[in-house]
């Protein structure tokens, strides 16, 4: 008999559609969906709940409504480990943040960005003005950089940039200070080292809530893997065994499932594969798994 659960994607990514994809072809899951009901709910019973963990790498939340807590010990080491950049899972130590060393280019920024004045990034949500970042941080006169526009500020000079992910990498690697609630975009700032402000808006995540996301944070090379979730969708119909879920068990589980050696080998197949699209768009679309399956079934 199959389990019948509910998924919730609160936000329909490329990563949050192949897990959704996935769990639902699983043979053990009788699986609906349902929309989310905002970030602040957290799911209850047989409720599975997919949520984006950055902004940056696939890294996903994957939240069952009938997990038991965790102890505080446990929690927390849980926590630290979300907040670190190992959840990334590139390269041997974590993702290699090479935001530093990429230039912004000119034309991604409506206004122009100061060199001599501290940068600091708001939230597309955030409500705050730069005499309270510098009360906060210290920094003097720090010049605002939104992800959008934002014809209600009232900064000296702001500048709005076009939210690509290797414009906000960059970004932040440049920036003194992130003001966001906890998210996604404030994670992000944490692993790389950048001081997070928090805004406190009406949608900011409560304190119990960001323990549970970060505590059970898949890593991108997993989220990406449809082993990875048919793994999970046998967990859920045999009962969670609390060693085998969470951000720990998946990080080492990504480890070992991707060891340093493929690394090279993986991106330099992937390199090829894009170069070939850019030189040979329908000869790529031609050789693709995906469009020679759906031919066959097609026909």
């Not at 997990?67 to 926590?79: G, M």
């Not at 609390?242 to 080998?265: C, I, N």
Request: glycine share 8%; aromatic share 6%; with cysteine.
């Amino acid at each position: 008999m199959k389990l019948p659960i509910t998924v919730q994607v609160s936000q329909l990514n490329h990563a949050a559609f192949r897990a959704a994809s996935a769990l639902r072809s699983h043979p053990r899951l009788q699986v609906s969906f349902a929309p989310g009901r905002g970030a602040h709910v957290d799911p209850r019973g047989r409720v599975l709940r997919i949520e984006p963990g950055s902004r940056l790498e696939p890294v996903l939340t994957l939240l069952w409504g009938a997990h038991p807590p965790l102890e505080a010990d446990a929690l927390q080491r849980e926590v630290r480990l979300g907040l670190s950049a190992a959840i990334l899972g590139r390269g041997p130590l974590g993702y290699e943040w090479s935001g530093r060393a990429q230039p912004l280019p000119d034309r991604a920024c409506i206004g122009s960005p100061d060199p001599g004045r501290p940068w600091v990034l708001v939230a597309p949500h955030a409500r705050i003005d730069s005499a309270s970042i510098a009360a906060v941080t210290g920094l003097s006169d720090p010049q605002l950089h939104y992800l959008k526009p934002r014809p209600d500020s009232t900064a000296s000079a702001p500048v709005w940039w076009l939210p690509t992910r290797n414009v906000l990498l960059s970004l932040l690697g440049r920036v003194h200070a992130v003001v966001a609630s906890q998210g996604p975009l404030a994670w992000d700032a944490a692993r790389i080292g950048v001081p997070v402000i928090e805004p406190e808006p009406v949608r900011a995540l409560p304190a119990a809530g960001v323990e549970r996301r970060l505590s059970c944070m898949v890593p991108g090379r997993l989220a990406e893997d449809n082993t990875f979730w048919y793994a999970i969708g046998n967990q859920l119909a045999d009962g969670i065994r609390p060693e085998d879920w969470g951000t720990t068990a998946w990080t080492l589980q990504a480890r070992d499932s991707f060891p340093a050696s493929q690394w090279p080998l993986a991106a330099s197949a992937w390199q090829r594969k894009l170069l070939k699209l850019r030189r040979d768009p329908s000869g790529f679309w031609a050789d693709s798994k995906v469009v020679k399956r759906l031919t066959r079934s097609m026909g």
